[in-house]
């Protein structure tokens, strides 16, 4: 049956050509914006996982940024520390120079004091972006480090901690408490230096207070072939009235800690504050000790270095030696911090990618698929617009009906 009122051939080519021009239009957007889903209309839980990924990329964009400049002030502090290091080694050579006596004393600490100021100097420009890690102005630093999200999708920010190493050279105050036994020790009233001989060798330390009385704060180290221990004064320690008992005793602890093999330390409470050190092994050792009092930096000690005289010259060895372990320890602790930053900086850079990667896989157009498909929706909706076009005739030909 045909009727003028309704086109059921027209309704149906309509609706034909109304679905393929939706699809369409969904094509050119595709192929005009590169997205498969450029909106939340297109795929509002596709889309809303790609927006918070895109807000986490743009977060490690600058998470990037904060561990370029973490790395660069811990490099310029590691850089300083070395040379640091270095100066001290130079230092090092004046004072063993100065040991002998047919030597101009007045000139090599002449140079010795050249090096100090040096070493000043290096400590003081080793800033960068403002902030100081060597000059004992900052105890720690953070980097940021990354963002972690956890499966509730709550965010936290996480940090990589630099510890400042005091480096500075001022508000040493030189005190009479470091002193050995015999004449194979040598010392300047804060420092003593001297060698235990193998096969029995003994010598004594004696930690007294004579002089200023010891401060909270102030410590006493000794080195015992290469291997350092230290002792901190505390404020109970100067209320007790045997202090200098108390530092020899912990020290002792501490270096049987050590296991060092055939070295008996003793405890002699017969004279204070002393230490009585044998050698029982087939090699010579040697035995350092350092006072550092609360006021000095990391460095402090080495405003006390004197080889003008051979005293002086004798003790500034031990000095040095003490000097030159703390430069070398600052300088591991910031490289060690550096290559922790940078291996964080390379993750985040990798990560970044990855989660690029993971947006595109999501909300990125398959550009091939979706040419070939405009390609096909062109051809129908020509098809479509005919095919309407042939339905609309139909209602004509009952007009020959009427003739």
């Not at 403002?130 to 499966?151: E, F, I, M, P, Q």
């Not at 480096?167 to 005190?175: L, N």
């Not at 230096?193 to 003994?202: H, R, V, W, Y």
């Amino acid at each position: 049956m045909s009727s003028i009122l309704t086109n059921n051939g027209a309704m149906v080519a309509l609706q034909t050509l109304k679905m393929v021009n939706s699809s369409l239009a969904g094509a050119q957007n595709e192929i005009s914006t590169g997205k498969s889903v450029s909106s939340a209309r297109d795929n509002a839980a596709v889309w809303a996982i790609s927006k918070v990924m895109e807000t986490d990329v743009g977060g490690f964009r600058a998470i990037s940024d904060s561990l370029s400049l973490g790395q660069s002030t811990v490099a310029v502090a590691r850089s300083a520390t070395e040379t640091i290091t270095d100066l001290l080694n130079q230092m090092k050579q004046k004072i063993v120079a100065a040991q002998g006596d047919n030597v101009d004393r007045a000139k090599i600490n002449a140079d010795v004091t050249a090096l100090k100021n040096q070493v000043a100097s290096v400590v003081s420009a080793a800033q960068f972006n403002g902030l100081n890690l060597v000059d004992g102005t900052t105890a720690t630093t953070n980097v940021l480090a990354s963002l972690d999200r956890a499966g509730t999708g709550t965010v936290t920010a996480s940090s990589i901690t630099v510890t400042g190493q005091d480096m500075s050279t001022g508000g040493y105050t030189a005190k009479d408490v470091l002193s050995g036994s015999s004449a194979g020790a040598s010392g300047n009233g804060d420092a003593v230096a001297f060698n235990l001989d193998a096969g029995g060798g003994n010598e004594q330390v004696e930690i007294a207070e004579n002089g200023p009385a010891f401060a909270t704060g102030d410590s006493v180290s000794l080195t015992v072939s290469g291997q350092t221990v230290s002792y901190t004064v505390s404020a109970d320690d100067v209320a007790a009235t045997t202090t200098a008992d108390i530092i020899a005793i912990a020290l002792k602890n501490k270096i049987d800690a050590l296991n060092i093999a055939d070295l008996v330390v003793d405890y002699d409470s017969g004279t204070p504050g002393t230490l009585d050190f044998t050698n029982n092994s087939t090699l010579d050792m040697t035995i350092s000790g350092q006072f550092t009092n609360q006021g000095a930096g990391g460095l402090g000690a080495m405003d006390g270095i004197d080889v003008s005289t051979g005293t002086g010259a004798n003790a500034a060895l031990a000095t040095v030696e003490a000097l030159i372990n703390t430069s070398i320890s600052a300088a591991s602790t910031f490289g060690s911090a550096e290559g922790r930053i940078a291996t964080q900086a390379d993750f985040i850079s990798n990560l970044t990618d990855s989660l690029r990667l993971g947006i595109g896989a999501l909300v990125d157009a398959d550009m091939e698929e979706a040419s070939a498909r405009l390609q096909a929706l062109q051809t129908q909706q020509q098809l479509a617009i005919q095919s309407l076009s042939i339905a609309n005739q139909a209602p004509q030909s009952i007009l020959s009906l009427f003739r």
